[in-house]
């Protein structure tokens, strides 16, 4: 009984291909069975309805032929809902792909030909060579129609093969028209399916990201806008700063200021950018927000009359912007936490936790006092009183800080000068007050520190009548080489990062000076690295290669000489390519300290990109043995670790590669990962960083364990972490007899308990988004000055420390009302959550507690509003934010 088992339309088609039912007569017995087990009834009835159509679709009739292709794509669609499994149809019709595929080659032109190209496209999802492409190019033959139809896991395959396919087609100089045409039906339909980074990555692959700029809605262009920012920091250079421009455009395109204003101070020709945010609103109260973020990101700016046309506002906005609020914010703070009271080193030190031997070293020798010095200014930092040099004394009224300072010896006296300008931190008005007395003091090292003194209070803090440069100036021509460091470096310290056309002049002017002293010659060259920070300034960069040319060999054998190579890179910091042709001068140098000079530079310019190849680079460079006497391997670790600090990820593996570092290195390696892994987790004292270090502090070498030392200081900066507290404790017991190490215990204790534990000294800012210039030159200064600790920090150089203040910010959330006044409200504060590329409107904190304002933001926390009545003005909660009332909040 053959006829009834074959309907009569597929009689035409047995020549073709033999009917599948009657496919295998031998293998029928057992295998029919067997399959037939498996499937259902319902699964074996679609089976032989799919090999039906496939029959028919081969028939001479084009109105058969035609039905049967409807019947299959129904089919086909109604099956792709899930993506769990290969949907049933798709897995019926594969063995015969091949078949479909050759009678495709023999139809004619048609409507139909079309059609069946269509459904053969689909098939290509499961069926297709990898690698073939088949999907697209029968999608390309096939009809316009709408793609999302077939599901999403056909437009996910389209995409995939389009971007090696538009490769192939670049590479070969073939027209891509047909492939864009594609991709707009992809993107649209990705951003209408909230598969937003499906749509920018495919966009990225085929090189046109401005046309995400049409499809984004007010629905998804935050999502986008994110994906976008956070993957930048994994694209190789021009695509990351084309991918922040972008979101740049799509941000200000919904008018979302705030976030366009970060993205703009991210990218490189900020300037213009962060002009076009400010003048693009009215809104008085959102241009002091914007004031307040530059302000932070430590951008030196002029509120002009396209920003404010009206002289109060401009006064206000100025204001903000140089950042004179930041003292009184800092204040409310710690009176919020009460945390007010003075503290003296002793409290610090917490002696009488320490059992046993070195518990009773009352010695009050020189360098302990000096140590206490800086104890004192870094635990008081910005707090404007202490126990040393601000307290009232009961006999008469200038002996007390007097007293203090003459505690200390010749250049101690300058350090303790100065640190009276740390404690007024900010302060530009009481400070330079308090500090004018020790300007007319007969010893000049105590002027010395005085002028390094008022560089440092007005840290980060501007003025329109600029005092500090009016104080300083006066004091660089002088003969005595400290009182001409101390005012250098003031005035690095009080300018840094504001480009400042006189510095150049003048500095310059010391650096060509042949008659200079070396000393003077490098702390001129750091001060103007540290004013001209990432400014790629060429005139300075001639200055400071003439000036490393120009040396004898005795002075490049000179430990603080290697301070010059670190001036050159900071003008370069984060500049990436723009450092290639001093690069290629350094080349040229003296072979002590060319390699010096390279190593340095590239580590500067690459700082905070997250570059990968310049780690290996720089990896390459450590995993030499060389003999005895090279110092450029040094520079390569740190180099290493800054480079890698942009994001989590890179910071984990630098982590353990310094860990390899530590096993195989040479000991000129060994010194310098210490530091290195303070600079990946600055204020951030991670477990695992914590135990390396607190191995690394007892280990035989003592440079290394000093190192090791101050970084425990570096990485619990202003976290007050009890552990590392009691690690320092137990090692000051421990070296009680080495005062080199004793004194970094100290500094690396003061350095834990900084500002209180309000201060951090992160160069990341917003959400660990923005880098902020000043603040990572400062730390580069230090940490290459550490790198040979007993030249510089141990040595006459401590004053150097003080360098490390352009980091140090209040690592606080201040909440003001719209005028300005601080505003107390619930926020909850947890550890932030990427929800980069995650669906729906997930969670951005968790594990939250809710406090009200102002609060403490730890590392890698993030705060969030707990109230509806109020919006912030800014979509990162940090700092200074404004708060205005929700006109549609209505008390219950």
Known sequence: MAPPEHPSPAAPSENSQPPPPAASAAAKGKGKKKDDDDLSEEDLALKEQLE?????????????????LESMRQEIRSATSSMTSVPKPLKFLRPHYGTLKSYFETMPESELKKYMADILSVLALTMSVEGERESLKFRLLGSEGDIGSWGHEYVRNLAGEIAQEFQKRQDDDLPIDALMELVQQIISFHMKHNAEPEAVDLLMEV?????????????????????????????????????????????????DLASALRIALQLDKHMQYVKQVCTSTDDLL???????????????????????????????????????????GYLTLARDIEVMEPKSPEDIYKVHLIEGRGASSSLDSARQNLAATFVN?????????DKLMTAPSDSSSSSSSGNWLFKNKEHGKASAAASLGMILLWDTDSGLAQLDKYLHSNDTHVVAGALLGIGIVTCGVKNDCDPALA?????????????????????????AGSQKEELKMHLSAVLGDSQSPLEVLVFSAIALGLVFVGSCNEEIAQSIIFALMERSEAELAEPIIRLLPVALGLLYLGKQENVEATAEVSKTFDEKIGKYCDVTLMSLAYAGTGNVLKVQKLLGICSQHLEKGETHQGPAVLGIALIAMAEELGAEMAVRSLERLLQYGEQNIRRAVPLALGILCISNPKVNVMDTLSRLSHDADA????????????????????????????????????????????????????GKGLLTLSPYHSDRFLLSPMALGGLVTVL??????????LGKYHYILYIIVLAMQPRMLLTVDEDLKPLSVPVRVGQAVDVVGQAGRPKTITGFQTHSTPVLLAAGERAELATEKYIPLTPVLEGFVILKKNPEYHEE
Request: hydrophobic share 45%; proline share 1%; with cysteine.
């Open 207 to 255: 090189e046109d990201l401005d046309l995400l700029v049409e499809h984004v809605d007010a629905t998804n262009y935050k999502r986008a806008c994110l994906y976008l920012s956070s993957s930048s920091k994994y694209l190789p250079t021009p695509d990351d700063m084309l991918a922040l421009d972008i979101a740049y455009t799509i941000y200000m395109k919904f008018g």
């Open 471 to 495: 104080i300083l100036m006066e004091y660089i021509g002088k003969e005595d080489s400290n009182i001409r460091i101390g005012a250098i470096l003031g005035l690095g310290i009080a300018y």
């Open 377 to 385: 200014a870094f635990v008081n930092a910005g707090f404007g009183q």
């Open 703 to 754: 440079d290394v364990s000093m190192a090791a030392i101050i970084s425990l200081g570096l990485i619990g900066a202003g976290t007050n972490n009890a552990r590392i507290a009691g690690m320092l404790r137990n090692l000051s017991s421990y070296y009680y007899k080495e005062a080199a190490h004793l004194f970094c215990v100290r500094i690396a204790q003061g350095l834990v308990h900084l």
């Open 784 to 793: 290459h000055a550490c790198l040979d600790m007993k030249s510089t920090i």
């Open 52 to 68: 039906l159509y496939v029959v028919r679709a081969q028939d001479a009739d084009p109105g058969v032929q035609k039905l049967a």
């Open 286 to 328: 959102l241009k002091k927000q914007f004031a307040y973020i530059i302000a932070r990101h430590g951008l030196t700016m002029e509120i002009d009359d396209e920003i404010a046309a009206d002289d109060n506002d401009k006064e206000i906005l100025q204001e903000i912007v140089n950042n004179t609020k930041l003292s009184e």
